[in-house]
């Protein structure tokens, strides 16, 4: 089976609901995912936006998510016991949405399964997160998505 990451309120490389993004209620979206690689002790979801004018601009951070957990519903407040909250690039220890200052921009959504538990405080940054799960993924799978502000748009 193949490990696999999707979401009921958009396709892959479709268009994210203005509902998930900083024009609507900035609510994280439904995320589902099957084909679970045996071995896995723990999920690490990766949200960020490789497009950003700064460079790679992270919207959501969360680890340790529970090997038992397989799926996370739309505006989520209350995560599975033991998951573990990031700091995304607004300084913040939350979901932040979509919202590209300039174009159409991509966000990918990466779901890692790894062989541990991570041993880091909650409010640890990507670069923090990323180097402690270096050797222990044991699959990623990705969900991209994309969204335009609709100042961005051409008329």
């Known amino acids: 089976m193949i490990f696999t990451l999707k979401s009921s309120d958009f396709i892959q490389n479709g268009i994210i609901p203005k509902r998930f993004s900083c024009d609507g209620e900035d609510l994280s979206p439904h995320l589902e995912w099957t084909g679970i690689p045996q071995n896995t002790v723990a999920f690490v979801l990766i949200m960020d936006d490789p497009d950003a004018l700064?460079?790679?601009w992270d919207?959501?951070?969360l680890f340790n998510i529970p090997s038992t957990i397989t799926k996370l519903e739309a505006g989520i407040k209350q995560l599975?016991?033991?998951t573990k909250v990031g700091r995304n690039s607004w300084q913040r220890n939350d979901?932040?949405?979509?919202?590209p200052p300039d174009r159409e921009h991509r966000y990918f959504f990466k779901l890692y399964a790894l062989d541990t538990l991570l041993e880091l405080p909650y409010g640890a940054t990507k670069k923090e997160i990323e180097a402690a799960m270096q050797s222990h993924i044991i699959f990623?799978?990705?969900l991209i998505g994309r969204y335009n502000r609709p100042q961005n748009r051409k008329a």
Request: charged fraction near 5%; include cysteine.
């Open 59 to 61: 919207h959501w951070l």
């Open 95 to 99: 979901y932040g949405g979509p919202c």
């Open 54 to 56: 700064m460079g790679t």
């Open 80 to 82: 599975p016991e033991g």
């Open 140 to 142: 990623q799978a990705t």
